[in-house]
């Protein structure tokens, strides 16, 4: 089965505000994450990385949450523009794995002018 | 460097026909991935090449699906006796070491 999925398939918001997406993980051993965004026809983009012996890690605009805790990841965006309107990926690399990625099914983030 | 590209961007073949993708990784990347995705779903991984050797390979990695990377910098993507199945989009990726795969716009195979 998958070891990464995702608590939401869609989420809806309105421009300005803040968007939460999150990602639950099954594989303890993982040691590395990545949110990525994925616009219509287009490959996924890296947004942001964290590894798991960070809790927080902060970029533009964007925010990872991880809790080993409870295996989940979170991606926080500011400020939320209609340019961020795709889907969101977490994906991981099991700590010795080659570096395949493991991806999840996506959220659809849509953003309300 | 504009980032990792790919060729064609679009593909349509009758079943049965054989295909090849193209792909051009960052330059001072040494690793290379290929993935599929289907409609709705995140990549699922196929293979993964160091410089020119062929590290590891998906179980989704048929008989018919091929891959190389013969002097460590492009890679192609051959799929023999397409099937149905198979349509979907093909992403590359490359990375300078094990971490921070940067994509190429993909690949999109339609199999008739």
């Known amino acids: 089965g998958e070891s990464v999925g995702l608590h939401l398939p869609t989420l809806s918001v309105q421009e300005g505000d803040n968007s939460i997406i999150n990602c639950a993980y099954s594989?303890?051993?993982?040691?590395?994450f990545i949110w990525y965004k994925q616009e219509s026809g287009k490959g996924p983009q890296f947004i942001i990385d964290?590894?798991?012996?960070?809790d927080k890690r902060q970029g533009q605009r964007v925010t990872v949450l991880l809790n080993k805790t409870v295996k989940h990841l979170s991606l926080q965006i500011a400020a939320t523009q209609p340019g961020d309107s795709a889907v969101y990926f977490c994906?991981?690399?099991?700590?010795?794995?080659?570096?395949?990625?493991?991806f999840g099914k996506g959220t659809k983030l849509s953003v309300k002018p | 460097d504009t980032g990792v590209s790919q060729d064609p961007r679009h593909k349509i073949t009758k079943r049965g026909q054989n295909v090849t993708f193209r792909c051009d990784p960052i330059s001072e990347h040494n690793r290379l991935y290929w993935y599929r995705q289907t409609l709705g779903q995140g990549p699922e991984f196929l293979t993964y090449f160091q410089n020119e050797a062929q590290l590891e390979k998906s179980r989704l990695l048929s008989d018919r699906f091929s891959a190389e990377r013969p002097k460590g910098s492009f890679s192609t993507l051959e799929i023999q006796r397409t099937e149905q199945g198979d349509s979907a989009m093909y992403l590359c990726a490359s990375s300078l070491g094990a971490h921070e795969q940067y994509f190429g716009p993909g690949t999109r195979l339609t199999v008739t």
């Open positions: 994906a991981e690399i099991g700590r010795g794995s080659q570096g395949n990625l493991i």
């Open positions: 964290i590894r798991s012996n960070m």
């Open positions: 594989n303890s051993a993982s040691d590395y």
